[in-house]
């Protein structure tokens, strides 16, 4: 049973969209209010957003594992922000908050997307639920090998979290469509908990296609580590389609081609984010698969 | 007659695609090369690419008025910068340089645009030269009512210049499309001034489309000046098209529809500008006009 949630805006800084919506329904509160449990809101970086930027020292949503939480000599703006966060939505281990909903945008054409940290029925049904209202929504899973104490994401302050992620959408700026979407995604993500709560899930598809994150990848860096290249046309706004062995992915400024050098064939996400330049991350790599409603897998 | 000419790229520390191709035009000189004029090159502002943003103190692009730069008191860093710019490419009144181009990019879907900001029969010719070998590529000017001198803009510093601002491509990102777009209509400016000097431009189509800047309008503000909406879902990505009298162009947060307010259609560029809202401007508008190839206008 959920019975308090946090809906979080503005853990990155320039991602506009999120804020926006927080400001919206902190005038009208009835959007996210639902009856059997309490909707808070937080923002969660605006210093960053002040500056205009992801972020001022560090990442906030790389700052929250269970270690770099207890770890007083991490001080920074990011890291003792996160430290607050974790004070009011937390603690993580025993936290005062059942879920949280973390919104972020994306400058890759990921459409509106689910994006699930955590195994089991519960997500399976809410990813389900949220696809057969809104077909368009893609839905991505990352439930990586780490226990949820140690993730370092935002929204693992609570057992339960999901992250919207929709795109394309620059830094810095508000999307008509992409707002919308983020609106959308959001309020049937509090719609399916309700029912939940209540015991009250309608029938769902059996299963719900889903894309799993297998690695990222680098851009093409000459052996000094600069830049020496980038996504190649072809696979440019392609995010959620298949790579395959031997496909051009990359292209050197000069204009040289580059393959994708894997086995088997894959499929892209966050393909040219720009918030990945600092790390040199060209996009991540997933495998399809299928998500259950009838069985935890 | 045209002999030294600079291409400037970095004047937004944000808009790689500039900076880049710089780096590979000083790898690769010939590329860049010309038999009747010296070509340079210039990394405007290198400070702002480190922090990975569009300026630090102010927007070097604004700083080049013949008043500023004689205004020893205006020392933030951009200020000191552009003083530095007229030392090395001018100086404004009396240059060394006799044209710059320079590079910019938008995250609005204004396509590869030739920016021009002086009238005349060259600029015509120009902009008919390079429309016949890119044809998807969108002429504007903004001569305004300012002499050179007053003009704020860098690449005024020069007698002669244009601008290339090619978009849609997020801030701090490489888009292959927009470096291609980019780099052929560098390519093109500097084979129509060989072609200028040499006195053998081609025969031109008498005309080429054009638009003219008319004014820049502002998003929905409430009565204490934050944003209250949005550019509309119907203009968003529709730079260069028409907008009439009563159409709706914005939208607040909570749905309400805005229509456009003026009283004869117009046509928008810089649709939703990321850079823009720093002063909330949400588009420029345009008035359609023809360039004459043969007369000066």
């Not at 992915?249 to 086995?263: A, K, L, R, S």
Request: net charge negative; charged share 25%; proline share 3%.
């Amino acid at each position: 049973m959920i019975k308090q949630l946090a809906i979080v805006g503005g853990t990155h800084g320039n991602e506009f969209t999120g804020i926006y919506l927080l400001q919206k329904w902190q005038k009208n509160q009835a959007l996210i209010a639902r009856s059997t449990f309490e909707t808070e809101t937080l923002f969660a970086n605006a210093q960053a957003y002040q500056q205009n930027k992801r972020y001022i020292d560090h990442d906030l949503n790389r700052c929250f594992s269970h270690q770099d939480l207890a770890d007083s000599s991490l001080d920074s703006i990011e890291q003792t922000r996160a430290k607050e966060i974790n004070q009011l939505l937390g603690p993580k281990g025993n936290p005062r908050v059942d879920f949280i909903i973390d919104l972020h945008t994306t400058t890759t054409n990921m459409g509106p997307t689910l994006l699930i940290t955590k195994k089991g029925k519960f997500y399976n049904q809410l990813a389900a639920y949220v696809k057969m209202h809104m077909p368009e929504a893609m839905i991505s899973c990352d439930e990586d090998h780490k226990t949820n104490d140690e993730h370092h994401f935002l929204s693992t302050v609570a057992q339960d979290s999901v992250m919207v992620e929709v795109g394309p959408v620059p830094q810095s700026v508000l999307r008509h469509d992409v707002f919308e979407q983020s609106e959308q995604m959001t309020l049937l993500i509090l719609d399916f908990i309700e029912l939940h709560n209540k015991g009250e899930v309608p029938k769902l598809p059996e299963t719900v296609d889903a894309y799993r994150y297998l690695e990222s990848i680098k851009l093409p860096l000459t052996a000094t580590g600069e830049r020496a290249g980038m996504v190649h046309r072809d696979i440019q706004d392609k995010d959620f389609a298949k790579i395959e062995p031997g496909q051009v992915i990359f292209v050197t400024f000069d204009g040289e081609e580059i393959t994708y050098q894997g086995d088997k064939a894959v499929y892209g996400s966050f393909i040219n984010e720009a918030a990945y330049y600092d790390n040199n991350l060209a996009m991540s790599l997933l495998e399809k698969t299928t998500l259950s409603t009838t069985a935890d897998d």
